[in-house]
């Protein structure tokens, strides 16, 4: 179980910075692996095209 403490309020004289730290460091890293992702996704869709997975998988 997790037990976070609250003492009181937050605010910005004393900011939570491991938690902001955080929420940066997540968001960079969610882009960073965004950018390729056309690509990517454009490398699958021709592989699959390719393969003739399409041709066996049944129709809706």
């Known amino acids: 179980m997790l037990v976070v403490p609250i003492s009181g309020k937050i ?3 004393n900011p ?3 938690t902001l730290a955080l929420l940066v460091i ?3 890293v969610f882009l960073l692996f965004q950018v390729n992702d056309d690509e990517s996704r454009m490398a699958a869709e021709q592989f ?3 393969s003739g ?3 066996i ?3 809706r």
């Open 16 to 18: 939570p910075v491991v």
């Open 57 to 59: 998988e049944v129709p």
């Open 26 to 28: 997540n968001c960079l």
């Open 53 to 55: 997975l399409a041709a």
């Open 48 to 50: 699959y095209l390719t």
């Open 11 to 13: 605010g910005w004289k």
